[in-house]
């Protein structure tokens, strides 16, 4: 029996996930406990860089509780294991083996080089104490710059060279647009700035883990992964081991934000260890460990020359990049800054471009995608510029935006980086974020301000964006170089009962999924929220995917939900039919019946589905099943965009950022539960709040990251935050059947640079035009007594980032 | 060392390593792994239990301090069949995403409650510093907090009366 049911999609409906959170009972990696146990420890370099000369284990092989050490020749004899690369950007790209452990040398501080198996984890640890390494040190390179320059040491000295690869996409030669040199040479006005996206540490709040069982039929691998299904493949790929023998399950996964994407030398390194015992054995990290060696984010030096009419339109815009690679090459870090090649035009008619990255060895943690990976950086210089632009024009930089970009009717627009947008209305959106935002008395009171020289200043902070979400067009990524598709599978099982099982490949890790697909199938199949259980992270359930980043969950996996639901119905149909002994062609489904039109007789879902597992009164040659599956691969991106705005009170005095007021509108497309929506904009705000203000990973000059705790590395706290105005306009994708584009990460591609743009217009009297991120108090402080930015040594060894112009115009 | 502790409402007796930390305690031995570790350095809270119902960080706490005392985790909060008003408001606003800081958030929020029954957003935000969230941008924990505080006031009935039955505050 079915009630007629209310559409599910757009319901605020509070999420299945919590009880389990929220009492207590979730299945986290770290709380899987095997009979016979062990645990593994890694010992880690001290060094970012040096050969080992010796490595003594045995005093740890005697320490109370050891089971085994191993260490990279115990583990890879032959030299033969290397850690996978899935996005090998050039035919050329340089990508020196990652070895399970340090083979011979180290080259970052936090590589692992020895492991310890013991009965508990104390004693795993307490044994890494007595092994005895001797290191003969190499000189450390740190700065992308120096590490290209002339005569540089050396990340791998077998490269020859740190530079490992150099990709370019010119909208002349691709045939998108016109010859940046040319409009740079024939404009008025031509900016040229330096900006830099510190490096980040994605700081998911579970740690990573994991464990292995090698005792059953198949290896049992468990992983605090947000990538299950690709952890996979490349186990099999890399270990050698036949995939039907690997079974992956990600459990409860305390956070990703792109920082669980990688496949772990330590993931590896348990697989290997538990197959050499025959035991169960467990990994977990530390957080010090885990900020030390999982990936990092950002990092990447941008120089960006933009030339513009004297009334304000753009003419080009020219991006030069060196993205910092750390010591080896992750698993989709080479791509990150391709990612963002085809953002830099964002949300404007930009009508040449030219972009150029190099990607650069250093004696560093490897970096690979976080939260945006390459959106936010692209679409953090494009709206700095934009900022500076204007200035240079002494026109309002909202003003400017407007006039470069692409109209509500222009849609589709095909950008000057080749991409085709879709659908999108930046005016409604900016119009409701200035009606929110009180842009114009925020405007007058900056000036009252400015004019009583209040100690306390205040900026507007503007950051119009659009991103490309729903990851991806396989045939895109195939033309990318990416190793893989980008399409999303789900199943649809209809239970005797009446009750449904879907699975996904796309795992999710706190985004809510088993709720979102539990609304997306109600629709579909008409049956009640309650009755769907969704099944994800275990390739033993959900047994194909791509699983999640790049907010590609819903746009991809949500509509391989919808296309197997629709396979569903269309197998129940002749069962219908047959039920009610009418046509096909007179049935209609809705609200999970099907009725003979213009009559009352009717058979539910429900009804089909114990008709099917029974089986004794089927259509000839029907077979007892209405499971389906879909694959979902979509043809284009989607294109999420909005407007933000913040108001920033900068104290001159003290150089104190306090956020006053944030308001964001953003168009997401169709949503499924503005709740959820609603969660991860504030989440994706206050991580790109934190980059703007807080957060960096800081080395010191022998390559020992110095923000190696909670202690050091500022995360921000509840303290820390405003509360957030968040609206949304809707205008739907078109290139999905649920009209929905992708949230995750919005929030922060967004607000990094509506915040540093709201300091820099708060203090831009003062003759300050840039400062680097984060800014601290001491760099603010500085850049207003002196009108620069080079704080000299108010963190990273890279205090400059002064923006100089490069203008026939001129400034300043 | 032999301890003696009461979590969730039932004794156990244990033999433990000096050095074990509660957190460890609870996780290992006694099987409590709805407390988690995120940090080694006592910063994210997530490990937040109480002792005597006063929040702790349960890895700043060795567990033979634990001796003799009572420990309430995320584990001993919903009471027949029944959410803690806490837990409730977590869930009715969103509060959580991955879920890994919630335990020590909610803990941490029960005790800021029984400190101040009635907090701004000032004090919600101040009084969770030592607790750590990288999904939420903390707007809905801070919302949940003050609509538990709306449940728990003199006279909103049952809700009120069961936080004093879990013993929060030291009532």
């Not at chain 1, 299904?229 to 890399?238: D, E, N």
């Not at chain 1, 964006?465 to 067009?473: I, V, Y």
């Not at chain 1, 033309?479 to 099982?501: F, I, N, Q």
């Not at chain 1, 108090?777 to 890279?798: C, F, I, L, N």
Request: glycine share 10%; hydrophobic share 40%.
């Amino acid at each position: 029996m079915t009630a007629t049911i209310e559409p599910e999609v757009g319901k605020a409906r509070l999420r299945k996930e919590d009880e389990r959170l929220i009492t207590g009972r979730t299945r986290w990696t770290d709380n899987i406990v095997l009979p016979g146990m062990l645990h593994l420890a890694v010992l880690r370099s001290p060094m970012a860089h040096a050969k080992i000369v010796s490595l003594d284990v045995s005093a740890a092989k005697d320490s109370p509780g050891v089971i085994a050490v191993y260490t990279a020749k115990d583990l890879d004899p032959d030299g033969s294991i290397g850690m996978p690369c899935a996005w090998p950007i050039t035919p050329d790209m340089k990508s020196p083996r990652r070895p399970v452990l340090a083979d011979g040398q180290v080259n970052f501080a936090g590589e692992g080089i020895a492991v310890v198996v013991a009965r508990s984890s104390a004693e795993a640890h307490d044994a890494l104490e007595a092994i005895d390494v001797e290191y003969d040190e190499l000189p450390v390179v740190l700065d992308m710059e120096a590490a290209l320059a002339e005569g540089a040491p050396l990340v791998h000295e077998d490269l020859g060279t740190n530079e490992s690869a150099v990709w370019k996409f010119d909208s002349a030669e691709a045939g998108t647009g016109g010859n940046v040199e040319d409009a740079i040479s024939s404009s008025k006005i031509v900016l040229k700035r330096r900006f830099r996206q510190q490096r980040l540490i994605p700081a998911f709040m579970e740690p990573r883990a994991c464990v292995v069982d090698p005792t059953g039929t198949q290896i049992s691998v468990w992983s605090a992964t947000q990538v299950p299904h690709i952890l996979r493949v490349m186990t099999a790929l890399t270990l050698g081991i036949p995939e039907h023998k690997l079974r992956v399950i990600a459990p409860d996964v305390g956070g990703g934000f792109g920082g669980k994407i990688g496949v772990l030398p330590e993931e590896m390194m348990t697989v290997l260890v538990a197959q050499k015992l025959g035991k169960p054995v467990k990994w977990n990290e530390s957080r010090s460990e885990s900020i030390l060696t999982a990936h990092h984010g950002r990092d990447q030096i941008q120089d960006i020359t933009i030339s513009a009419n004297a009334d304000g339109t753009v003419t080009g815009l020219k991006v030069e990049l060196l993205a910092n690679m750390g010591a080896y090459i992750g698993l989709v870090g080479p791509g990150v800054p391709i990612l963002g090649a085809f953002m830099f035009n964002a949300i404007y008619k930009f009508p040449a471009y030219h972009f150029a990255c190099t990607n650069v060895f250093t004696t560093t943690t490897l970096t690979d995608a976080y939260r945006g990976a390459g959106r936010p950086e692209a679409t953090f210089a494009v709206e700095r510029i934009m900022d500076e632009l204007a200035d240079e024009l002494g026109m309002d930089p909202m003003e400017l935006r407007e006039k470069n970009w692409i109209k509500h009717e222009e849609f589709p627009f095909t950008t000057v980086a080749g991409l085709t947008y879709d659908t999108g209305n930046y005016e409604a959106a900016t119009e409701k974020a200035k009606e929110l935002f009180d842009y114009d008395g925020l405007r007058r009171e900056q000036q009252q301000r400015r004019d009583s020289g209040d100690p306390v200043q205040l900026g507007i902070g503007i950051s119009t964006f659009t991103e490309m979400c729903g990851l991806a067009p396989s045939r895109v990524l195939g033309s990318l170089d990416y190793a893989a598709g980008g399409w999303e599978y789900a199943s649809v099982r209809m239970l005797p009962t009446g009750k449904v099982e879907v699975t996904t490949g796309a795992s999710g890790h706190g985004q809510g999924h088993e709720t979102a697909w539990s609304q997306i199938l109600a629709d579909q199949l008409g049956v009640p929220f309650d009755d769907i259980e969704v099944l994800h992270g275990d390739t033993q359930s959900s047994h194909k995917g791509m699983d999640t980043y790049g907010s590609r969950s819903l746009v991809v996996g949500g509509v391989a939900v919808v296309k197997a639901a629709e396979k569903v119905v269309a197998k129940a149909k002749p069962v219908a039919a047959h039920l009610l002994e009418c046509s096909e062609d007179d049935l209609e489904f809705a609200g999970g019946k099907f009725t003979v039109k213009g009559t009352d007789q009717s058979t539910t879902m429900q009804d089909i589905a114990f008709t099917v597992f029974a089986a004794h009164n089927l259509p000839d040659g029907m077979e007892p099943s209405l499971d389906s599956d879909a694959t979902f691969d979509p043809e284009n991106f989607s294109y999420p965009h909005g407007t933000h705005l913040c108001a920033a009170e900068v104290d001159t005095e003290t150089g104190r950022v306090k956020l006053r007021s944030y308001v964001c509108v953003d168009d997401v497309g169709v949503v499924v539960n503005p709740l959820i929506v609603e969660g991860q904009v504030h989440g994706g705000l206050a991580q790109g709040i934190a980059q703007a203000l807080f957060e960096e990973a800081v080395h010191d000059e022998s390559g020992t990251l110095t923000t190696g705790t909670f202690a050091d590395y500022l995360l921000p706290s509840a303290a820390d935050l405003p509360s957030f105005t968040t609206a949304r306009t809707e205008t739907p994708s078109t290139t999905n059947p649920l009209g929905a584009k992708g949230v995750g990460e919005a929030g922060t591609i967004a607000s990094t640079p509506a915040v540093v743009n709201a300091v820099i217009d708060a203090v831009r009297h003062f003759g300050v035009n840039d400062i680097d991120m984060p800014l601290t108090p001491m760099r603010v402080w500085h850049a207003v007594q002196h009108g620069t930015t080079d704080a000299g040594g108010a963190g990273s060894e890279a205090g400059g980032g002064l923006g100089s112009i490069d203008a026939s115009g001129g400034a300043q | 060392m032999r301890i003696t502790v009461t979590v969730d409402g039932t004794k156990y007796t244990d033999e433990v390593e000096p050095r074990t930390l509660l957190v460890h305690y609870l996780r290992e031995r006694v099987g409590k792994v709805g407390t988690v570790v995120g940090c080694d350095t006592s910063n994210c809270g997530a490990c937040t239990v109480h002792l005597d119902g006063h929040s702790v960080k349960s890895c700043s706490v060795l567990a033979v301090q634990a001796d003799g005392s009572e420990v309430t985790t995320v584990e001993g909060l919903a009471r027949d069949g029944r959410l803690h008003p806490v837990q409730q408001a977590f869930h009715d606003n969103h509060a959580l995403q991955c879920g890994f800081c919630t335990p020590g958030m909610i803990m941490a929020s029960i005790d800021l409650l029984a400190d101040n029954p009635d907090p701004d957003e000032t004090a919600v935000r101040e009084g969770l510093e030592g607790n750590l969230c990288r999904c939420t941008g903390y707007q809905n924990i801070v919302r949940a907090v003050r609509d538990a505080a709306q449940h728990m006031s003199p006279g909103a009935g049952p809700e009120a009366e069961q936080i004093k039955h879990v013993g929060v505050g030291g009532e």
